[in-house]
C-alpha cells in the first residue's frame, strides 16, 4: 500500500541551526500537509499546500517557518533558526483531494530535538 | 475554532473487554476521522463519519456520531493487547483542515 515517507526519522540541532525535513507523499496525491506534535500534547496543524502554493497556515506557522516542493515528488518544511520550544515530532501528510470524505495519509514522523 | 476533545484522557482496560472513547467538538463539521497513534509513531487513519450518518462500522470499530450534541464515540470489541495505543479524534469542516483533539491513552491489558 502506498505511503507517505519521511526522513529523517529523528535529528538532534542546536539552538539557533536551520533544520530541513524532508517527506515523500503519495504520489497520486495533490494535497500536502504538515502538522507538529509536542510530547505528549495534541497534534497541531501547521500548513497545507496545493498547486504549489500554501493554501492555509496556522498561527504556529509564522516566519520561521517555510515550505517547498522542490520537485515532483519531495515535499519539504524548512525552520530557520530552530528554538528550544520547536522540539516536537514532525508530521508530514497528503490526500487526493479535498472536500467531503477527504482522508489525509500521514508518515511516520521525523522527531526533532533542539538543544 | 473547532476542536475535538476526547475522553477519558486515559483508559486502562483488560484483554476482551470493551473500549469507548468519546470526542466532542465545537462547530459543524464537514466529517469526523479517527486515527489511532502508537507510541512514538505515525497517525493511522481508522475511520471516517460523515456528518450525514450516525454510525459505522470497520471490524471491531463502531464509530457513533450526534450532531446534535457534537459528539462521537468509537467503540473498540473485544480488544487485544495489540489496541494499545493512543486514540484521536480529527474533525474537519467544509475544506477547512483538520483539528484534532488531545486523545486517549488505551492501555490493554493482557
Known amino acids: 500500500e502506498p505511503e507517505v515517507t519521511q526522513t529523517p526519522s529523528h535529528q538532534v540541532t542546536q539552538m539557533g541551526q536551520e533544520v530541513i525535513l524532508r517527506c515523500v507523499p503519495i504520489s497520486n496525491h495533490l494535497y500536502f500537509y504538515w502538522y507538529r506534535q509536542i510530547l505528549g500534547q495534541k497534534v497541531e496543524f501547521l500548513v497545507s499546500f496545493y498547486n504549489n502554493e500554501i493554501s492555509e497556515k496556522s498561527e504556529i506557522f509564522d516566519d520561521q517557518f517555510s515550505v517547498e516542493r522542490p520537485d515532483g515528488s519531495n515535499f519539504t518544511l524548512k525552520i530557520r533558526s530552530t528554538k528550544l520550544e520547536d522540539s516536537a515530532m514532525y508530521f508530514c501528510a497528503s490526500s487526493p483531494r479535498t472536500g467531503t470524505g477527504n482522508t489525509i495519509y500521514f508518515g511516520e514522523g521525523s522527531w526533532l530535538t533542539v538543544v | ?110
Not at chain 2, 6 to 29: F, H, R, V
Not at chain 2, 41 to 70: A, F, P
Open chain 2, 1 to 110: 475554532s473547532q476542536q475535538g476533545e476526547e475522553d477519558p484522557q486515559a483508559l486502562s482496560i483488560q484483554e476482551g473487554e470493551n473500549a469507548t472513547m468519546n470526542c466532542s467538538y465545537k462547530t459543524s463539521i464537514n466529517n469526523l476521522q479517527w486515527y489511532r497513534q502508537n507510541s512514538g509513531r505515525g497517525l493511522v487513519h481508522l475511520i471516517l463519519i460523515r456528518s450525514n450518518e450516525r454510525e459505522k462500522h470497520s471490524g471491531r470499530l463502531r464509530v457513533t456520531l450526534d450532531t446534535s450534541k457534537k459528539s462521537s464515540s468509537l467503540l473498540i470489541t473485544a480488544s487485544r493487547a495489540a489496541d494499545t495505543a493512543s486514540y484521536f479524534c480529527a474533525t474537519e469542516n467544509y475544506g477547512q483542515n483538520f483539528v484534532f483533539g488531545p486523545g486517549t491513552r488505551l492501555s490493554v491489558l493482557p
